[in-house]
């Protein structure tokens, strides 16, 4: 796979083509957020920069108050304590946490448990610390959950991480307390340790997502991140929070691996958790677009998504056409999206993903409402095979 392309660069460059050549796109490929995030985060990120001129190097975890500030938002979001000296680590975004995570606890020959299709780094990381990976294929009959139970036990035996992602890229899947709760409960048995991936936590689309945190800490860690819930991609910024051993060890290698993530950025983030009225507003725009897109797929006769989804649609193609096919016939519209096959491992021969294509809702509304409209226009040629 780390061989290939990565799957998002390639449609980059399809925009970049569309921009040069002013042609009018779509653009619902890379999850990349085009929203500005709060004019109070510009502001204090400004502030920062020009109060902290001879700063020098941050600290390479997370200034102190800045993790203190992440714990006081994770006792309201999630009523739960976690000690901000030894249980939180600033992240440069969730992808280099979790590359350095990976790199920081796997040592070559252990198994890690990944759900596919997933999020491409979960995958990268293993790869890089040599370690062996058992893909847990995501698929419509199990609602698009991980089958962590039909894992062999020859295999749980050598298995150090099992990953997860709820709320799901790409498929939009959402689970319940309990369902959390017997996950955890698998992992302490089997002491394996418990890596979730949450920084869609706050973009759902039914009831508000608990974090695995509330279940427990033991073994158990969560990736945060400010990149989709409040438009900071560009900022580069996330915390690993969990077991205070596994994070402590993270904490002691980061100075090893990283400088920290600069402080005005740090700044920025404290500002951004003090909005949860940006994120109630974003998520809903989200909700918006997807509806708006998923009624027009719908409507010319694909099958309903299974989840209602809010950042992305996990969309199961016309019958006798694969996610590639239908991808192209999309392009031809000038509707960028991503084929499932690109984001899904090929498991004897089989690919989880063949049948599907994924849209990010990131464009505005109102281009969502032209694009659903060609859809429908075009249906025709989007159904023949
Ligand atoms: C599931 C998942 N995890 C992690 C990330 C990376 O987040 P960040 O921008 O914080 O590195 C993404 C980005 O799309 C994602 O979809």
């Given at each position: 796979m780390v061989d290939e392309i990565y799957p998002f660069d390639r449609v980059v460059n399809f925009i970049e083509y569309y921009k040069k050549k002013k042609i009018k796109y779509y653009d619902f490929g890379f999850g990349n957020p085009k929203e500005a995030p709060h004019k109070k985060v510009l502001e204090a990120c400004t502030r920062a920069i020009m109060e902290n001129k001879n700063k020098g190097y941050p600290t390479a975890i997370g200034e102190i108050y800045v993790r203190k500030k992440i714990s006081s938002w994770m006792k309201k979001r999630f009523n739960i304590d976690i000690n901000p000296l030894t249980q939180i680590s600033v992240t440069n975004g969730a992808k280099g946490g979790i590359l350095r995570f990976s790199l920081t606890i796997l040592k070559p020959g252990d198994y890690v448990l990944i759900p596919t299709p997933s999020y491409p780094i979960i995958t990268t990381a293993a790869i890089k610390a040599h370690a062996k990976i058992y893909f847990m294929p995501l698929k419509e009959e199990n609602q698009f959950l991980p089958d962590y139970d039909a894992v062999p036990k020859t295999i749980i035996k050598k298995t150090k991480i099992l990953w997860i992602n709820f709320p799901n890229n790409p498929t939009g899947a959402e689970v319940s307390k309990k369902y959390l709760a017997k996950l955890v409960h698998f992992c302490q048995e089997n002491k394996i340790i418990l890596a979730a991936d949450e920084v869609y936590i706050d973009l759902y689309s039914k009831q508000k997502p608990h974090s695995v945190l509330e279940i427990s800490d033991d073994n158990v860690v969560s990736f945060f991140s400010l990149t989709k819930s409040h438009s900071m991609?560009?900022?580069?910024i996330g915390w690993v929070a969990g077991d205070k051993n596994l994070i402590q060890k993270f904490q002691r290698e980061e100075s090893w691996m990283e400088s920290g993530v600069p402080s005005f950025i740090q700044h920025a983030l404290v500002e951004a958790l003090k909005h949860d009225d940006y994120v109630k507003k974003l998520r809903r725009e989200y909700i918006k677009r997807n509806m708006t897109l998923s009624t027009a797929l719908s409507s010319i006769g694909l099958q309903k998504p299974a989840y209602r989804g809010c950042f992305y649609i996990w969309q199961k193609v016309p019958k006798g056409q694969t996610g590639e096919e239908f991808y192209n016939k999309l392009l031809n519209l000038n509707i960028i999206s991503i084929p499932g096959e690109w984001l899904t491992e090929t498991i004897n021969g089989k690919n989880a993903g063949k049948n599907y294509i994924r849209f990010a809702m990131v464009s505005s509304l109102k281009k969502t409402i032209e694009a659903a409209k060609l859809i429908k226009e075009n249906r025709k040629m989007l159904l023949e095979n």
């Amino acid at each position: 796979m780390v061989d290939e392309i990565y799957p998002f660069d390639r449609v980059v460059n399809f925009i970049e083509y569309y921009k040069k050549k002013k042609i009018k796109y779509y653009d619902f490929g890379f999850g990349n957020p085009k929203e500005a995030p709060h004019k109070k985060v510009l502001e204090a990120c400004t502030r920062a920069i020009m109060e902290n001129k001879n700063k020098g190097y941050p600290t390479a975890i997370g200034e102190i108050y800045v993790r203190k500030k992440i714990s006081s938002w994770m006792k309201k979001r999630f009523n739960i304590d976690i000690n901000p000296l030894t249980q939180i680590s600033v992240t440069n975004g969730a992808k280099g946490g979790i590359l350095r995570f990976s790199l920081t606890i796997l040592k070559p020959g252990d198994y890690v448990l990944i759900p596919t299709p997933s999020y491409p780094i979960i995958t990268t990381a293993a790869i890089k610390a040599h370690a062996k990976i058992y893909f847990m294929p995501l698929k419509e009959e199990n609602q698009f959950l991980p089958d962590y139970d039909a894992v062999p036990k020859t295999i749980i035996k050598k298995t150090k991480i099992l990953w997860i992602n709820f709320p799901n890229n790409p498929t939009g899947a959402e689970v319940s307390k309990k369902y959390l709760a017997k996950l955890v409960h698998f992992c302490q048995e089997n002491k394996i340790i418990l890596a979730a991936d949450e920084v869609y936590i706050d973009l759902y689309s039914k009831q508000k997502p608990h974090s695995v945190l509330e279940i427990s800490d033991d073994n158990v860690v969560s990736f945060f991140s400010l990149t989709k819930s409040h438009s900071m991609a560009d900022y580069r910024i996330g915390w690993v929070a969990g077991d205070k051993n596994l994070i402590q060890k993270f904490q002691r290698e980061e100075s090893w691996m990283e400088s920290g993530v600069p402080s005005f950025i740090q700044h920025a983030l404290v500002e951004a958790l003090k909005h949860d009225d940006y994120v109630k507003k974003l998520r809903r725009e989200y909700i918006k677009r997807n509806m708006t897109l998923s009624t027009a797929l719908s409507s010319i006769g694909l099958q309903k998504p299974a989840y209602r989804g809010c950042f992305y649609i996990w969309q199961k193609v016309p019958k006798g056409q694969t996610g590639e096919e239908f991808y192209n016939k999309l392009l031809n519209l000038n509707i960028i999206s991503i084929p499932g096959e690109w984001l899904t491992e090929t498991i004897n021969g089989k690919n989880a993903g063949k049948n599907y294509i994924r849209f990010a809702m990131v464009s505005s509304l109102k281009k969502t409402i032209e694009a659903a409209k060609l859809i429908k226009e075009n249906r025709k040629m989007l159904l023949e095979n």
